[in-house]
């Protein structure tokens, strides 16, 4: 059972290139968010899926796209890569019910990406 | 106003003190309050998990809420090296998406 795996784990990026970051969790989870955590800022909601074919913004979705045509798959697209999305991006899924009971997120380790 | 304020720290302590880690929030619709711990260059894991006010006991650490002064608190006994990490506060409004609202962190650091 391998949870949550986000790939690639590192990225460096030019000024207007794009990228996809992958996610995939092997629990069944219905919910899936994107996160991006900068220093001091702690974790910021991007975007987050309450199943397949199913997306929302979060806190911060300005620069990115995702899509959910599985359960298991939620990748984030930045399209026209800036220096302002240097971060590390991390991606979690949640049971619904679990997430109401435990408030439980559980994370991948992390892609860190750098615009430059 | 941030919805949810935390220290960043750092903080500093030796081997065996007890640490107070606290969260300060703005919006009194907060139903859940969370801790996650993040170890350097790992995701975030769930460390304690109350609902509404009171306190929760889970080993050395206790979660504590306080929603009539709109504060939250993390209490670890007995520090270990181990425990060095960054402290995460969460909390939600609950509901369908029941998204999560994050503070900043404090990063804290237990010296042998």
């Known amino acids: 059972n391998a949870g949550v795996t986000q790939t690639p784990k590192f990225r460096i990026l030019k000024i207007g290139q794009s990228m996809t970051l992958q996610c995939t969790q092997d629990m069944n989870h219905n919910y899936m968010y994107w996160y991006r955590q900068d220093p001091g800022m702690g974790l910021k909601l991007i975007y987050y899926?309450?199943?397949?074919?199913?997306?929302d913004k979060g806190e911060v979705p300005n620069g990115y796209n995702v899509s959910r045509s599985t359960t298991e798959d939620f990748p984030l697209r930045l399209e026209l890569a800036a220096p302002s999305q240097t971060s590390v991006y991390f991606c979690?899924?949640?049971?619904?019910?679990?997430?109401?009971?435990?408030?439980?997120?559980?994370f991948g380790e992390g892609s860190r990406l750098t615009v430059l | 106003q941030k919805e949810v304020e935390q220290d960043p720290g750092p903080l500093s302590v030796p081997e065996g003190a007890i640490v107070s880690l606290n969260c300060t929030y703005s919006n009194s619709a907060f139903q859940y309050f969370m801790w996650y711990r993040q170890y350097s260059r790992k995701g975030p894991e769930l460390l304690m998990y109350?609902?509404?006010?009171g306190n929760k006991e889970d080993g050395r650490f206790t979660a504590q809420v306080d929603k009539s002064s709109k504060y939250i608190s993390l209490f670890i006994r007995d520090s270990q090296p181990s425990d060095s990490a960054t402290y995460l506060c969460a909390m939600s409004y609950g509901g369908a998406t029941n998204k999560l609202i994050f503070g900043t962190g404090t990063l804290l650091a237990v010296q042998p």
């Open positions: 109350t609902y509404s006010s």
């Open positions: 899926s309450v199943g397949a074919g199913i997306t």
């Open positions: 979690a899924s949640s049971d619904a019910n679990g997430l109401a009971e435990t408030g439980e997120l559980f």
